[in-house]
């Protein structure tokens, strides 16, 4: 009997699959070039491209091997007639084959131009008064132990008084942390309550992708400068000494205190890398304002203002609002176990981007 030519499965998905493996392999041979190899630059360039590509061509060569499966079967159906087994065989390559179809689309969509940055948090307490200063507390504790259980390196730019300022540096950290900007609402009983009474307090939490220079220029006629005594805790030395540094940018009016180094040139730094940052943020906000005039906000790109998430204690409940998930594990997200919901939150967002995407 002559054999059947296969038919083909999905021409647009197969034709995306021949993409990503030429691409991956592409990758591949670059970073095995000593060309490559000695330009650092080059190379960590590449480097972040192979890692945005591996899951999908991992997507893709499942893929192959379901589409030959399921196209073995059906020739062997075409010749020897009703199988069961073979039977089973398409059905589940058939059904698999659609599954990965979604999960390479959603593989593919285009990725926020920031998420391999650095970024900087700001937490604020909010409403609430000592118990909000409380919870802002308790969200840098929970914030800079998730982390630390990524994998990324922290480092506490300015603390105190329900106001911490920290970086996070590693791959992609814009990409986990850029959802857990806006308000954060606790219920609970305050420790100084003492007629048992829950109340509601909020901080707020702002994520900056971290800015190079030449992403913002920053006129130094721009700036003004003050050096003042610190008020805070940190020994003697930083208490007599004018070593806090506060920066005004007189154009936007965003100003930038830091007082947790001893050494006002080290202050300094780390006030503008935040001016930096929050310069940046505002443009980008500015893009996104103008790309978005016409729908409403997505996933991430809300005003950080908005509510996000309330933590209600004596139901050890957590609920975010933007993807109206609630899960009931109020303890370990505390503690930094926060992948579940980061993992729900990345995967609306490239749903809302492949929506776009089609209808654009």
């Known amino acids: 009997m002559q054999t059947q030519p296969r038919p083909r499965l999905g021409l647009v998905i197969e034709s995306l699959v021949d993409q990503i493996e030429s691409r991956f392999a592409d990758v591949q041979a670059q970073m095995s070039d000593p060309e490559v190899i000695s ?34 079967a059906e020739e062997l159906l075409a010749e020897d007639g009703d199988d069961p087994e073979l039977r089973e065989m398409l059905s589940t390559s058939r059904a ?19 998420d391999e940055r650095d970024v900087i948090v700001e937490i604020r307490k909010g409403a609430g008064g000592d118990e909000a200063g409380l919870w802002a507390g308790d969200l840098y504790r929970m914030l800079t132990r998730y982390a630390e259980k990524r994998g990324f390196k922290t480092d506490t730019l300015d603390s105190g008084e329900g106001a911490y300022t920290f970086e996070v540096r590693g791959d992609g950290a814009y990409s986990v942390f850029k959802f857990e900007g806006g308000t954060h609402r606790v219920q ?11 109340h509601t307090s909020t901080a ?38 004018d070593s806090a540094v506060r920066i005004t940018h007189k ?45 409403s906000a997505q996933v991430g790109t809300g005003d ?17 609002h933007r993807i109206k998930r609630t899960v009931h594990n109020l303890d370990e997200l505390l503690s930094g176990e926060l992948d579940e919901m980061t993992d729900a939150l990345q995967d609306a967002e490239k749903r809302q981007r492949l929506t776009d995407a089609a209808a654009g």
């Open 39 to 72: 330009d650092r630059a080059r190379y960590a360039e590449v480097g972040r491209e192979y890692r945005a590509l591996e899951p999908a061509a991992k997507l893709a060569a499942e893929w192959r091997r379901a589409a030959d499966d399921a196209a073995g």
């Open 96 to 114: 698999r084959i659609e599954e990965l179809e979604e999960e390479i689309r959603l593989a593919m969509v285009e990725r926020d131009p920031n």
């Open 188 to 198: 609970r009983v305050p420790e100084t309550e003492s007629q048992g009474r829950i």
């Open 204 to 241: 707020t939490v702002a994520v900056l992708p971290e800015a190079e220079e030449v992403d913002v220029e920053v006129d130094q006629n721009d700036l003004e400068i003050d050096v003042y005594r610190s008020s805070g805790p940190g020994g003697q030395s930083v208490n007599t000494t």
């Open 251 to 295: 154009p936007t009016g965003i100003v930038v205190s830091m007082q947790d180094e001893k050494s006002q040139l080290q202050n300094r730094e780390r006030a503008m890398k935040v001016l930096r940052a929050r310069l940046y943020e505002s443009k980008l906000a500015e893009q996104q304002a103008e790309l978005a005039a016409a729908r």
């Open 304 to 320: 950080r203002a908005e509510k996000i998430r309330t933590y209600n204690f004596p139901e050890r409940r957590v609920t975010d």
